[in-house]
C-alpha cells in the first residue's frame, strides 16, 4: 500500500484498490480518521421526530463526512503488482505530492513459498506469481529514484532487513524504515500470516489485541473490563511516550521530520510499544533475529518511573496475570507502575 501524507494533513480522500488482504486492510483503516461519533447536518435541515429531515426525504446525496476532522489521506492500495505497475503508481503519487508531503510505503509479503510473496538470496520482495526475478520482484534499489521527497518504508516481510541499504544511497532526504523481525515469536508463530495476519502489522493496527495475541489470548478468553482498563493504559502511556520522544535532544531530524504527522507518530510509537513487549518477551529473550528495527534508530528518552517502557508493559501483564511470560529489570517491580487507570 502507498500513502501520501502531508503534514498539514490537507490531502484528498481517495482509495484506489482490487484486492485487500487482512493485514493491508487493517493498515487502511489505521491511516484513517475515526468519525467522532455525530454525522453531519447541513444548516438548513431540521430533523423530525423521527430522525428524518424536514423535507420528508433522505437526500442520498448529502455529505455525511465529519467537518470537524480532516481530509484523510490519498491512497492506492496494489495487489501483486509488477515492478511497472508499482514503480508507476509511486510516481505519480510522488509527481503530485505536496511540497510538505511525507510518501509512506507499506509493504506486506509472506516469507514463505517459492512462487508466491517471499525473499530469496538477492534481498528483494517477490509480490507475483510468475517466478522469483523479474517484474515481480521488487529491491531495494528501485525506492532510490523516491528519496528525494520523504520517505518512510514500513516493511512487513522476514527478509526486511535487506532494504537497510537505502539509507545510505538516498539521494536527498534520508529514509525512514519500520522493519519487521526476521523470525516469529514461538507463541504467535502459528497465528502469523493466517486468518489473523501478521503479527508485526497488528502491532501497528491494533496493538493491544497484538499483545493478547502473543500471550495466547483469544477475544473469548478476555474479560472485557480488563481489555479496557489496559485499552486506558497503553493509551495514556503511548501519549506520554509521544512528548518525551518528541522534545528528546537526541531525536534524529528525520524523524523529527516526520512525527508531526498524527498518522506516522501514532505508527512509531506502536512499534516503540512492539519493539519492547518483544524484548522483554521471555521465550526470545536477548534474541534479536525476533525484534523489529528502525532505521534511524530512535533515542530512549527520559519517562517517570511509571510510564517508562518497562513499567508499562509490566502493568499490562499484570492486568492480564501474564508477568511470567516477560522478563523485567530487578529495579521494575508493581509498586513503581502507575495505577491512575483504576
Known sequence: MVTSITRKLKTHSMVKFSELTIDTFRMLQCLEWEPSGSFYQSSGSKLSQNGATGTGRISYLQDIADPTLPANPWKAILYR???????????????????DGILLVYLSASGAGSSGAGHNESGCLNFGSRGDKGSNCIYPSDF??????????????????????????????????LLSPSRLPPIASDFSHTSNGSLFTMFLTAPLQAFCLLLG??????????????????????NNWGLALAS??????????????PFIRRLLLRFIFCQTVLTLYAPVYNKNEFLPTCVPSLPKPVLSPSYSYQSVILHLASIFSATKYFIFSEDVSPETVSTNVD
Not at 529514484?145 to 538516498?170: G, H, M, Q, W, Y
Not at 472485557?224 to 485499552?231: G, I, R, S, T, V
Open 248 to 261: 528528546s535532544d537526541t531525536l534524529d531530524p528525520v524523524w523529527g521530520q516526520v512525527l508531526g504527522d
Open 81 to 99: 503488482p509488477s515492478l511497472t505497475h508499482f514503480i508507476a503508481v509511486l510516481a505519480t503519487i510522488c509527481e503530485e505530492l505536496p511540497l
Open 217 to 238: 489470548f483469544s477475544g473469548t478468553d478476555i474479560d472485557l473490563d480488563l481489555y479496557n482498563k489496559a485499552e486506558m493504559l497503553l493509551s495514556s502511556s503511548l
Open 144 to 177: 532510490l529514484p523516491f528519496t528525494r521527497r520523504p520517505l518512510l518504508l514500513v516493511i512487513d516481510n522476514d527478509n526486511s532487513n535487506a532494504f537497510k541499504v537505502i539509507a545510505e544511497a538516498s539521494k536527498g532526504e534520508s529514509v525512514a524504515m
